[in-house]
């Protein structure tokens, strides 16, 4: 009761990182702050991605709808793939690989700060710009995945696809830039004794991802300037009149998309692999496995891309080659689920919400990928390729995989990221709506692909006899948009809560639940010298005594700057002023940008 | 004892499982891919049931583990501390070579499958060029001179048919689900020297008579949803007879106002972009209209055909199907002015087009005969020459 609480004596804690006014937090270089920033922002378009999935899903309720036009309709699938992937998927890793990987390695910030603002605010006004489309009437409207060459001026000759180009070659910046950043930061800053081989899982996840987005990015960067200069300066990498080829299109993407897909789901694995331990007690079976099952997943991974072109006609060598190496790829990520199984086995399970989500999200995962076989025995891809199978099959390793996961790293971390726990009673409340929710949506999905429905179509004919599959799946969707407010409303409900949370809730092992609930803004008074993979269960004490015991060392935090703001505002003109009339228009954008860095460099940090 | 968890995700589970086979029991459905009429159809239908026989049994083990490991070792008081096992190597050897089997188990049918499925043309099969417009099929046929067709392919059951595909604008794909899988069709670059032009191709045999529909399964604009095909399989005497009924010249309508609108259509704008076997409407940029009243549908599956289908659509086109690339009788379209046709010139040449049917000609005609000199110039549908004009 609150009149009891007030009399009894709360010890003070240190101040913790989210102190700070407006200016502070819109210079801030601290990646505690920029991962509550990546984290906010996407859920604002994770809200977006989803009502634009329940304008979908409420116009192919029923066949023969006219709720929305055809080509507002195909604006709307554009975006939400396109907001999914790049708004919410990428940038809510980020904001977990923000928040925890210097606080798992015993380091104080990442390695370029500066950089780190830069990609966030890059992130921000690349979303905004993106979604600035609608406004002019010209939204993205070829697709995520953007084929060439209906993407062409002649076949797209508004400005949708230049808001996609340039959009996305925006957003491709900012997650470069952190890639090389979280690369920097787990080799160089770890703490002592912090060997590779005793990172949590998840930094190791994030630090296996970092690598695949610095190398897949820019294969998508240079496919979207092929397509950018055709459109704005007259080439001809894709028009077939000239002797260019479509098709070189789909390989770029693909190489670029393929990786892409493992990008989005080993954050996920990480966070699955740091809550099933905790919550059964139990180390994580098979660590190294782990470890290299990923780093395994990570390089097989660039060599499966053609699986998403098996109806294109490359020639039955090709089609047999990535045949097999997509099913081969099906064995490292099959004996990661059996990891996480065997860690449960004999542990001692506790089932919060944050381990239902993991659990959840494993069991929907496995779903997704046997369907992901099916796919891969290529003759009969012909079939399911470009249906609602297809629909089905991503959903369930990316919704369940990624967003579940998500979700239950919110209810795992919440209680360090603030101090107050998220209501476990809302919580499962909220989990099953979602659950079932999310499973009626998907799983009628692969009957409506296989009983001969395809993809990005606006409307169905009544023939067909899907009315009541689709009816099915609407329901389901509209169940899930309610699973995703109720999460909301348990944020809310917390803001009135006092930040009494311990240390370490949960009984983990890990580092950065040795910090202050939440983390003071320096992370560890102390750096800790670490000895063993669970130090909170082998070591705590000397662990917790340096990190929040009196400090000893002297250490500088870096301050904060406008200049990274200043600079993603140039990378936006630099782009964006692609679509303007004048030729000139991006050199403008690339004058700003040098402004911007020539005064970071000089600025006294 | 079975804990309430456990049991409610059963029932959560089985419900999810049942529920969509229930809610799709007693349809019909015209594109499943359930009951093909090919031995495409059917060899790569083999290859997914093997696929999902092994992926449903690796499924079901999981889960029911999964479950199990959730009933079994939920957290109680009285049990210590589990020990802190960090892995077991011999585990880890089995689950990574049983799976590994499993997948050479369904890796080796499915590669000899592609290989199959993609041989070289059969010897004596039936060809079709297939060309993908933006939205609507454009179907030719090499053995049968002078036949073309628009979103319906009309072909012989029994004999192997053999499509050449690609696209006169962007990526399209050819998908009848019955027949079996789809095969993209794609604007193709222009050939260098000596080099033939890239095409796609399916091969497949229809083994049953029947009509089989299907649509577009590449996301090519605004109307991709409603660039619908069927594909018309006759036993091979009815197909021959069809042939024969196609190739011949419509007889002139007995009908007043079809006989006004013969005359109003070939005077009008209409002709420069569409043609009608055996007249001088030669056009080659819209769809061929020749027996258009013998068609299932109009508009590549978006209406139902009949005299006033046809009237509604010259009127306005895009009304009906939006992003149409064809000019109303008050709006333009890509490119093209608006006709101007008045209403009742409309329904002229709307019952002259509906009017045009193999079963009328079938009883009025003379069969062209497959020209065999070759000095003459190709009868195509071209100029009516005096013996065939009525």
Redesign the interface.
Known sequence: MATAQATVAQPTKPTSFWHGDLKNWLTTVDHKKIGVMYGATALVFLLLGGLEALIIRTQLAAPDQTLVSPDFYNALFTMHGLTMVFLVGMPMAVAFFNFLIPLQIGARDVAFPRLNSLSYWIFLFGGLFMYSSFFFGAAPDGGWFGYANLSSREYSPGLNMDFYSLGLQILGVASIAGGVNFITTIINMRAPGMRLMRMPLFTWMAFVTSFLIITALPVLAVALFMLTFDRTWGTHFFDVMAGGDPMLWQHLFWIFGHPEVYILILPAFGIISEIIPTFSKKPLFGYSIMVYSGILIGLIGWGVWAHHMFTTGMGPIADAFFTVGTMIIAIPTGVKIFNWLATMWGGQLRFTTAMKYAIGSVATFTIGGVSGIMHATSPHDLQQHDTYFVVAHFHYVLFGGLILSIFGGFYYWWPKLTGKFLSEKIGSWQFWTLFMGFNLTFFPQHFIGLLGMPRRVFTYSEELGLGGLNMLSTAGGYLTGVGVLLFLWNVLRTRKQVADAPANPWGAATLEWATESPPVEHNFNNTPTLHSREPLWHEPEPVIEAVRGPQRESFHMPPGSWWPMFTAVGVVLALGMFMAPMWWGPLVGLAWVAVGIVNWAYEPT | MIRK?SSRILQ?AFA??V???L??CG????????QPVTEFGE???G??Y???AW??A??VV??A??IY??VR????ED?P????????TL??II??VI??II?AV??VP??K???E??RPMDAGAFEVEVIGH?WWWEFRYPELEGVVTANEMHVPVGRTIYLTMHSA???H?F?I?RI?????V?????PREGEQP????LQFTINQAGEY?G????????????MKMRVVAHEPENFDRWVQAYRATPPAPTDPLAARGQELFFRSPCIACHAISGTRAIGQIGPNLTFLGDRWTLGA?TIDNSAESIARWIRDPHGIK??AKMPGTRAGAAGMPATGLSDEDVDAVAAYLFSLTTEASMGAVTPQPVPTDTTQPPAQAGVPTPAQTR
């Open positions: 968890r959560a999810l499982l529920l969509p086979f809610a799709a349809d019909e459905h015209p594109q499943t891919t359930f060899l790569i239908n290859l997914f093997n696929t999902t992926t449903i690796i499924l999981v889960e583990a999964l490991i959730l070792f939920r957290a109680r049990r501390d589990p020990e802190h096992i960090h892995g077991n585990v880890e689950w990574t799976p590994a997948v369904i890796a499915a590669v499958a592609i290989f499925l993609q933006q604008d962007v990526i794909s998908w689900p079996g899988g789809k095969r993209d794609n604007p193709t670059p222009r890239k095409r796609t191709h529909d649509q577009c399964a590449e996301y090519c604009g605004t109307a991709h949803a409603i599956g939006p992003g």
